[in-house]
């Protein structure tokens, strides 16, 4: 997930047509990059149903999850963009890669992948359920303005970074596609960025922007989009240190990180349904620029059949104006 420091020239990050992205070999089990919708779909669907037979299960010190959060993964309750609902990221996904894609071939711009992450949204995990996402879709609005861009805000799952209490760490972090008639804006920005943002822990950039052909943009904006697959660890970074005392070689820290990931066991993707709790794919989303106009699209169409649920319950005198049955439903 995290990117590697791109080349500088004249303290401008170079932005090739590849991508900027750690080849870590994976901590658990190699699996299918999303490219494509199917691949998408598969990982999407498939880890749904890891985390279904987990439930179904109920082993002994598996994790609980509240009545809610099992509500929100119904597949019935698609309808409502809980985060937490794969038949839901499916659907909010189609509707914005056609959004986005319709736009590309009527603009002579380039398209840049963007990545945002800062150390002030890295929480213990006993934190992540409560974080509040406002937040972090203010600082990168901020961080990004005068760009036209679309995203949404995810969370890596940390199993043994520990702050706090907990086993491990949550950080919430921002990936999107931009779109810009020249790069000096983007340079600029993200030049701003790393200048001014810390990061989880040496070695990681807090701000990247590669530049990408048009034909990836769906897959790009998939991967931003895609459920939590994955759980990282940290590792520090030792060397070869003689001992002039000893007159032996010993491995000592570098003061520099690396990370590696694999897939969510069964009972993390649980414990990240906990963290996703009461959240909605639509509210997770985020635009700037000319991205607000299509985001606004995206959320009216993706929100129909909710909408011609809640008027046939309302003309139904089933419910009122006000909120109703918490995980059946959406809190406004």
Not at 291 to 308: A, D, N
Request: net charge positive.
């Amino acid at each position: 997930m995290k990117p590697v420091a791109p080349k500088m020239v004249r303290n401008r990050p170079i932005m090739p047509n590849r991508r900027l992205t750690t080849a870590s070999p994976p901590l658990r089990t190699r699996r299918k990059p999303i490219t494509n919708w199917e691949t998408f779909k598969r990982a999407t669907l498939s880890d749904g149903v890891r985390l279904r037979q987990y439930l179904i299960d109920a082993r002994k010190g598996s994790v609980s999850l509240s009545r809610t959060v099992r509500n929100e993964l119904e597949p019935r309750a698609a309808i409502y963009l809980h985060a937490n609902n794969r038949l839901a990221r499916l659907g909010f996904a189609e509707v914005m890669t056609r959004h986005v894609q319709s736009l590309a071939p009527t603009h002579d711009v380039s398209f840049y992948w963007i990545t945002l992450i800062s150390e002030r949204y890295v929480l213990p995990e006993s934190e992540a359920a409560n974080f509040d996402q406002r937040s972090l879709q203010a600082w990168v609005q901020q961080v990004l303005h005068g760009i036209d861009f679309i995203g949404s805000l995810e969370l890596a799952y940390y199993t043994n970074l520990k702050r706090g209490s907990g086993r491990g760490s949550v950080s919430w972090h921002f990936h999107g596609t931009g779109w810009s008639k020249t790069s000096d804006l983007v340079g600029k920005r993200i030049d701003e960025i790393n200048a001014s943002t810390r990061t989880i822990f040496p070695g990681v950039v807090p701000a990247l922007a590669a530049e990408i052909p048009r034909r990836k943009l769906t897959a790009k904006l998939l991967y931003a989009l895609k459920a939590p697959r994955s759980a990282y660890r940290v590792y520090a970074f030792k060397e070869d240190s003689f001992d002039s005392e000893t007159g032996e070689l010993e491995k000592r820290p570098t003061g520099f990180f690396k990370q590696k990931k694999g897939a969510l066991r069964p009972g993390e993707l649980a414990r990240v349904c906990t963290f996703l709790e009461g959240r909605y794919l639509d509210q997770l989303a985020i635009a700037g620029g000319e991205g607000k106009s299509i985001l606004r699209k995206v959320r009216e169409e993706s929100l129909r059949p909710f909408k011609r649920e809640e008027e046939r319950l309302i003309s139904g005198g089933r419910m009122g104006s006000e909120r109703y049955f918490t995980g059946k439903t959406r809190c406004r």
